[in-house]
Structure formats: C-alpha cells, structure tokens
C-alpha cells in the first residue's frame, strides 16, 4: 500500500507504533521499524541522556526510518529537544502539551512533527501550527487520554471533517480488522499502542505484560482526570484511588496519592498491585505475548482480509 502516511515517513505500511513509557525503547522501535511500520521511542520515561542511548542505539539497531514521541509537559523537554536535533531524528509525534510551540523549531531542522489530539480544537490548532499530520487518539486508548471521553469511532470523522492533513487513528486499533474500520472511518494509518505493550520487544517488565494478556474487558477505567486523565487497569492502587473518590477527596490529596514514579513501579518495575498499569480497552483482546514480526504479519493479514470480505458485502 502506497499512501500520505507511508510517504510522509518512507515505511511500508501506514502502522505506528505509540510511543508509550517505559514500554517504547530502542527495541521496540527498531523491530517495528524494520518489519515495515513505524517505530517511535517514549522519551516521556527517559532522563535526556537515556533518551540519548536509546536513539544510538536504534539508529546502529534498523536502517529504517524511526521517531521519538515527546510528551511536552515533560519536565525537561528542552533536554530532549536539544538531543533530538542533534541525533538528526527526522521524526517527532508531540504529545499533551501545545503544539504552537515547538514545531517551528523542529520544521526548521527539517523535522518532520505529528501531533496527537483528543479533540476537534486541538486538530485546528495542530494544523494551524504547521505539523504534518496529526494522531486522533480516542477514549479506548491507554495512558493519558483526552477529558471529553470521544471514541475513536467518533473522534476521527470529528477530526477528519476540520483538517485536510494526513490522520492516524489511534486507541483501540489492536488488530489488522481494527486498522481496516479505522481506514474506513478516513484515516491514513494507525498508531498501535497497547499490542505493542504486550510484545516481546517491548520494554515493560514481564509480570505488566502477562497482566495485559490476562485482562478481560471492562478491566481498564480513565481516571484522575483531576490531574492528568488516564487510562489504567484496576488494581490496588486503582481501588485506592476510587475510594479517595469515595469520600470526595480534594485533587491535591489525589496528587499525594498518585505520589511519583507510579508508572514506573507498575510497568517498568512489575509492580502490579501499587503501580500504575497504562494500557488501553483493547488489551481484552490479547492473548499472548508474541514478536513484533508475528504482530505485523498478524495485522496485515487480518487487514487485507477484512478488506476483501468488505468488498464482497456492497449493500
Ligand atoms: P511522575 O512524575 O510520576 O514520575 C516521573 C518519572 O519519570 C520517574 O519514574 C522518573 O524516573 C522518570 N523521569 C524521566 N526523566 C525525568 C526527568 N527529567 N525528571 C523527572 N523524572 C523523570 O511522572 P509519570 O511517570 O506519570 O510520567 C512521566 C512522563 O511521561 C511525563 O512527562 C508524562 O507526561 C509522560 N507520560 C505520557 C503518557 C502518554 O500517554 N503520552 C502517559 C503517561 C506519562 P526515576 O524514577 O528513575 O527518577
């Protein structure tokens, strides 16, 4: 398939792998990369210079093209802007943050940038600020989420109907079937987080891992919307947090909860009961942890089969 995403980035196919924390290392986004779709580093967990290591290394790891998602509320984002041009990343999807920004600066080093956008404002704003493509990213998705809860079966023609720049659908695209409803929708390609959570190649610890591949549906909630709203799977800390909710806690007693480094605990470290576990709605779905060349084979050829049972369906 030859389209605005796959030439815009000069992959194969138009998948991008979502740039999650502690999940999105070299690995990760060098076997994604290199079996055709689009890598991307979270540089959102990462000190600058561990954000430094990481593009070293996946720049000796694939000869394809990768990127490095950068959340903008990061609290040293010059840091990592600053090693970004200077490694020559050619890529960059921008995240929770304004877009305004930041992209100027990029487009100058010929910087290719994405934003990701929960909502039709954002989208104007995005294109406004001259980014060359932009990621819906619906309520099913996992991590930090939009507040206004639209699903990505509502939020991309939102989005689509406001930008004429090439769109990715994200949250909830954990199939190739998925892919090809998004496609349906409008989009131009996809971004595939919590698949690529639950791969071999990811960077989260293996107890996270198995808990995805256990998840059943309803097992993830958005929450904290107070601070910063995300979508979590239930646990201890996910209990704590809905009893401070209970007895109608204040949003600072709800930041002294969440306290630091909880996303760390639970994905990095295993942690499963007192971490925060991110991941999205479709993690139900899997059922094992398999390697990015299966997953990718696994989309493409779920996709091209919806495609032509679709076709033989015309109403
Ligand atoms: P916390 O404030 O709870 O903890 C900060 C964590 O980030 C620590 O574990 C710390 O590692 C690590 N870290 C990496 N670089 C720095 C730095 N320069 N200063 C301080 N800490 C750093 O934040 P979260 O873990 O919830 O989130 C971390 C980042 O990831 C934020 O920028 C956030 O916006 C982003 N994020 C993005 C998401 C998305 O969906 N795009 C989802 C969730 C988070 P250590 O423990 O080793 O000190």
Known sequence: MQNRI?????????IIQGGMIWNSGWELASAVSNHGGLGLIGSGSMYPHILEEHIQK??????????????????????????????????????????????PLFKEHGIKVVHV??????????????????????????????????TTMCLVPLVKKVTTLPLIAAGGIGSGRAMAAAMALGADGVQVGSRFAASKESSGHTR???????SKDGDTMLTLKELIPV???????????QQAYT??????????????????????????????????????????????EDIMKS???EYNTAISELQSTTL
């Open 58 to 103: 996946c720049k000796k790891a694939t000869q394809k093209p990768f990127g490095v998602n950068l959340p903008l509320i990061y609290p040293q984002v010059n840091d990592h802007i600053d090693i970004i041009i200077k490694e020559g990343i050619k890529i960059v999807f921008s995240s929770a943050g304004n877009p305004a920004k930041w992209t």
């Open 117 to 150: 956008v929960a909502n039709t404002k954002f989208a104007i704003k995005s294109e406004e600020s001259g980014v060359d493509a932009i990621v819906a990213e619906g309520f099913e998705a996992g991590g930090h989420n939009g507040r206004e809860e639209t």
């Open 247 to 292: 007895r109608g806690a204040s949003k600072e007693e709800l930041q002294e909860l969440l306290g630091r480094g909880r996303a760390k605990k639970g994905m990095f470290e295993g942690d499963l009961e007192e971490g925060e576990l991110e991941i999205g709605q479709i993690s139900a779905l899997f059922d094992s942890i398999d390697s990015v």
């Open 208 to 214: 996270f891992k198995e808990r995805i591949i256990e």
């Open 231 to 241: 979508r979590l799977l239930h646990n201890g800390f996910f209990e704590k947090v």
């Open 299 to 301: 989309f493409v050829s």
């Open 6 to 14: 796959t030439a815009l980035f000069g992959i194969r196919y138009p």
